[in-house]
C-alpha cells in the first residue's frame, strides 16, 4: 500500500505547488491589476486560489454584471504584455511603509501581523506589486484559459464586524476546452441547485418568520427525509446499535464540562433563564447521550455500548455563510457513540468505516476517500492520549489497504477523527462519515465501568455520523440526482394521467391497487389538456407516468411513460403494479448503486 498523502494546514498567503494552483495565483493577481488599473482608487485585501479558481476581495463600491467582461478584457491585456513575475525579499518595517504610500491598508494590516523578523515578501509584475509568498507562474503570458465567473459580498477577514469587501471570483485552466468544460459543470450546478429544484419539486423552503437558517420539509420532502432516516434507523439497530432521545435543550454547566463553551461558544444558539439556571439549546447530542451513560454503573460485560439518535442540534452561523439546507442553523445528525474499552477501539472504529462506506454505496457515491484528521493548535487533554489516539485510528486506515490522505490539524478539539469524503455526479467532493475518536470527554465527565478485576476504569467514546447531516446529505443527493431521485426515494413515484374525465374513475383504481403494493401514486385528474400534464409531472421529476384513457379502462392496462419520455407498451394493472412494487423495493445495504442522471 502506498504511504498516506499528508495535507498540512496554510494559511492565505500560502499557495500550493501544483502548477495549476499556482497558474491561479498569479492569475489572482493578474485579476487584481486589471481592477486597479480600471478602478485606481479600488484597495486590494486578499486573492487566494481555491479548489475550482481563485477569488480577490476589494475595497470599492459593488461591481455590475458588465463589469466582468470588462476586467476579462483588462486581463487579457496585461497577459499579452507577458510580464514577468519578480519576488522581492524585503524588511517588515521597508514593506509597511511601500503599502502603507499606496493605500493599501489591508495589506499593512496583514504585514502588522506578521510576527518581527520574519521574511516578507511581495510579487511584482510591471508596476503592481502584491504581498505574497508565492510561487507563481514565470511571466502573465504563462495564464492560458481564463474567465472572470461572478461578484459577491465578504467581510473582511470573516467578521461581520468588519468592513464588507467585493469579492471576484474566477477561474482559470491550461487550455480553452478545459475551461469550457468546466463552465459547462457551473451551468449544470446551476440546473441541479437544490434551492432551485427544492422549489420546483415542492420538497423544502425557509421563511423570514420562522428565521433564516431553519428549514421548513413539505410533504414530499418529509418522504425523501423519512425514507433516508427510517434506513438508517433499521440499519444501526441490525448493527447492535440502541435508540435514545434527548431534549433540544440543558443547563449550561453540561456544555461546560463537555468543554463546549470554551471551544465552541461563539457557535452556541441561544440561551434563557430559568428559576435561577441558564439553559442553552442543544449544539451537539454527545454530551446528552454521556448522560445517559451516566445513569447507572456500567460494567465491562456491557461494553461496547452503542447509543444512536437521529438528534436535531441548533448551531449560530452568521447569515453570510448559510446557503440552502448546506448550511442551516437547525439540523439533525444521524448520531451515535459508542463507550468501548481500549482494546476494542480498532475494531469499533472498522465497523463504523464499513458502515459508512456501505450506507454511500446504496446512494450511488462510489468513489470514496479516506482521511485521517490529527490534533488541532486548540485541544483538550494530554498529548500522549491523542498520540494513541491517532495511532489507532492510523492502524484501522492501513488494515483497509486503502491510500487515505493525513488533514494535519483537522481533528475536533476532542479527539482525531477519519472523514470519508464522496465524489458527486459533478465531480465536487463532500465530507459526509466521520468517526472521531475521544478520550478527554469521558475524563471531562468521570466516566466509569466495573473492570474484569473489580477496579473502576475509564471507557473510550467514538463519535459516529455516517451521513453527517440529513439536511445537508439531501441537498448533496438532489444536486447529485438532479433531482431525479431512484424510484425507491421518489415522493411520487407514479403519476396517473388521464386523457379525459371519461377515464376518471379508472385513474382512482390505478391509484388504489397501486397503493395496495405499498407504492407512491397520486392521480392528476385536472381539466387540462394530456400535453401540459405529462410536462407537469415531467418537470416534477416523476419516474412514472401512467396514461389512462377510455381504451385502457376497458382493457384493464396502463400505458407507463418514463420522466425520461420512454413509452412502455400496454401492460395489465395488476402486472404493472407487481412489477412496479419489486422495481420501488428499498435495495439493501452493500447492493449495487443507482446511478445518478447523466450529465446534460
Known sequence: MSGPKVVRPRDKGDVPSDPLSRMRHSASHVMADAVKRLR???????????ETGFYYDFDTEPFAPEDAARIEAEMRKIVAEDLPFVRHVVPRAEAIERFKSRGEKYKVEIIESIPEGEEVSYFQHGDFIDLCRGPHVERTGDIKAFKVLSFAGAYWRGDERNAQLQRVYGTAFPSQAELDEHLHRIEEAKKRDHRTLGKQLDLFSFDDLVGPGFALWHPKGALVRQMIEDLIRREVVRRGYQPVYSPHVAREQLLVTSGHLEHYKENLFGGMELEGQRYLVKPMNCPFHIAIYRSQMRSYRDLPLRLAELGTVYRYERSGVLHGLLRVRGFTQDD???????????????????AGQDILDLFGFTEVKLFLSTRPESFMGEIAAWDRAEASLRRVLEATGRPFEVDEGGGAFYGPKIDLKIRDALGREWQCGTFQLDFQLPQRFELEYVAADGTRQRPVMIHRALLGSVERFIAILIEHFAGAFPLWL????????????????YAHE???????????????????????KIRRATLEKIPYQLVVGEKDMAARVVSPRTREGVQQPATPLDEFALRLAAEAKIPAVGAAPTAPQALE
Not at 415522493?491 to 374513475?505: D, H, K, N, Y
Not at 390505478?510 to 401540459?532: F, H, I, M, Y
Open 40 to 50: 485606481p482608487h479600488a484597495k486590494v485585501a486578499i486573492g487566494p486560489s481555491i
Open 510 to 532: 390505478v391509484v388504489a391497487r397501486c397503493r395496495a403494493e405499498g407504492l407512491r401514486v397520486e392521480a392528476d385528474v385536472a381539466a387540462d389538456k394530456l400535453g401540459a
Open 336 to 354: 451515535a457513540h459508542l463507550f468501548v474499552l481500549e482494546d476494542q477501539i480498532e475494531n469499533e472504529v472498522r465497523d463504523c468505516v464499513q
Open 490 to 505: 421518489a415522493p411520487v413515484q407514479a403519476r396517473v394521467l388521464t386523457v379525459s374525465e371519461r377515464a376518471e374513475s
